[in-house]
């Protein structure tokens, strides 16, 4: 039994100093993995890759500033243009007829036969011109009722046309859809080249 306890001690205190004096030597002795330097990622081997590309400067418009070659599109411009059936870059009254009644059935939520107020506005925001004219009651509400019927919304809508047209014209053309955002005309060299004097929508 002493000799048990005895030898039994001894392995105790062997394993407590090879803990204490090998150990540490052993971990010094292991080579550690480098640090230093920097790893390249994905993203930077990428950009590395990418080429070099030049952004056109940020062009400023307001007043004072260079407009010549700014265009905006008139109300009712996007409308006009889904109208061109036979993409002839222009839109003729028929072609203003046949959509109406189409586009008259979207604004008409309620299958009511009329347009309110609120559904010609709702209507008017959905086709990009929530403020303009396609908004306005009086575009197409000829007899003030305030309801607008199959009827008067076509006469609106071509009335809106014809506004947007010379008066030799029969057809919109696309390029009458837009105007120059300080409000003037076109200038002599436009005048020249333009198959077409632009001019801003009439109120």
């Known amino acids: 039994m002493k000799r048990t306890l005895k030898t039994s001690l001894s392995k105790a205190s062997f394993a407590f100093l090879f803990s204490l004096f090998c150990l540490p030597a052993i971990a010094q002795s ?10 390249p990622t994905d993203l930077e081997e990428t950009s590395a890759e990418a080429p070099t ?10 007043r004072g500033q260079d407009l010549r070659g700014i265009r905006v599109a008139k109300p009712g411009a996007l409308l006009f243009a889904s109208f061109d059936d036979d993409h002839s ?4 009254f028929a072609e203003i007829d046949a959509n109406a009644v189409s586009a008259f059935a979207r604004a008409d939520v309620n299958q009511s ?35 607008v019927t199959q009827e008067e919304f076509t006469a609106g809508l071509k009335r809106l046309a014809k506004s947007y047209m010379r008066t030799d014209e029969t057809e919109i053309q696309f390029a009458s859809l837009l105007f120059k955002p300080n409000g ?13 004097r632009l001019s801003s929508p009439k109120s």
């Open 184 to 196: 003037k005309d076109a200038d002599k060299r436009d005048n020249e080249d333009a198959p077409q």
């Open 53 to 62: 590309m030049e952004l056109l400067p940020q062009r400023i418009v307001g």
């Open 89 to 92: 870059l222009s839109i003729s």
């Open 113 to 147: 036969g009329t347009l309110s107020i609120f559904e010609q506005q709702d209507w008017a925001a959905a086709v990009g011109s929530y403020d303009g004219p396609l908004a306005n009651t009086m575009t197409f509400d000829s007899n003030i009722d305030r309801q």
């Open 30 to 39: 292991d080579p550690q993995p480098e640090t230093t330097g920097t790893i």
